[in-house]
């Protein structure tokens, strides 16, 4: 069973105010992922990382800052939202070897 | 590049009816094929996979095999149930430099009444 963490589950923040979306894995695994899912449901990568200190931006331009200086953690920051970051967004990781993408169970943002 | 094309939902089917979600992909080289599928409120699971061509992937009643001669891998389960109401994902990974990356398809959103 894959454990992956997500917090908060549902944020409901002012436009301007700075925000952190937290991951964490405990399976050890190197690579990880930040997807943003909209709401036709289409999922985009927008960050991911493989292994400490390694991050990389996805296919879709995002706003976002992520950081790794943990195997464990791959928060995302967002300095400012705006109401366009409206979304769900998607941690994922995987052990690189299998190629599965395990899932956390998402964050909700709601910029007003 | 690589891509995922799915069948266009929404899927509404009668519980017992037969399932086909079609899949099919482009990709360089000998991709990875994934079903994911996602409850109302949570992440995505992943449902089954199948590595090379000819594999069959299972799980919880569903299927999926790789055929490589038509790029597909359409997913079919023979007695759907209310509780598979979700939506489910095709999705992709290949080596390169898109080692250990997904690329998926846009979603099928499947709806089973009693």
């Known amino acids: 069973e894959a454990d992956i963490y997500q917090t908060p589950r549902y944020l409901v923040i002012g436009t301007g105010k700075k925000i952190t979306l937290e991951c964490s894995q405990t399976?050890?695994?190197?690579?990880m992922y930040w997807y943003q899912q909209d709401p036709g449901m289409e999922l985009h990568l927008i960050h991911y990382?493989?292994?400490?200190?390694?991050?990389e931006k996805g296919d879709l331009s995002s706003e976002s800052t992520v950081s790794r200086i943990r195997t464990e953690h791959f928060p995302l920051t967002l300095e400012s939202a705006r109401p366009s970051h409206t979304s769900q967004y998607l941690c994922?990781?995987?052990?690189?070897?299998?190629?599965?993408?395990?899932f956390g169970p998402g964050t909700r943002l709601l910029v007003l | 590049g690589n891509s995922v094309t799915q069948m266009e939902g929404p899927v509404t089917l009668s519980e017992e009816a037969f399932l086909t979600i079609n899949c099919t992909y482009t990709?360089?080289?000998?991709?990875?094929l994934f079903w994911y599928v996602q409850y109302p409120g949570e992440g995505l699971q992943l449902l089954l996979k199948?590595?090379?061509?000819?594999d069959k992937g299972s799980n919880k009643g569903f299927e999926a095999t790789y055929r490589k001669e038509t790029t597909s891998f359409h997913l079919e389960k023979g007695s759907v149930q209310v509780s598979d109401s979700a939506v489910y994902f095709c999705?992709?990974?290949?080596?390169?430099?898109?080692?250990?990356?997904?690329?998926f398809g846009q979603g099928t959103i499947l709806t089973v009444h009693p």
């Open positions: 994922a990781s995987s052990d690189g070897i299998q190629e599965t993408q395990y």
């Open positions: 399976m050890g695994h190197d690579k």
């Open positions: 990382s493989y292994g400490v200190n390694s991050t």
């Open positions: 990709a360089t080289g000998y991709p990875s």
């Open positions: 199948a590595t090379k061509a000819d």
């Open positions: 999705a992709l990974s290949s080596g390169g430099t898109s080692y250990g990356k997904l690329t």
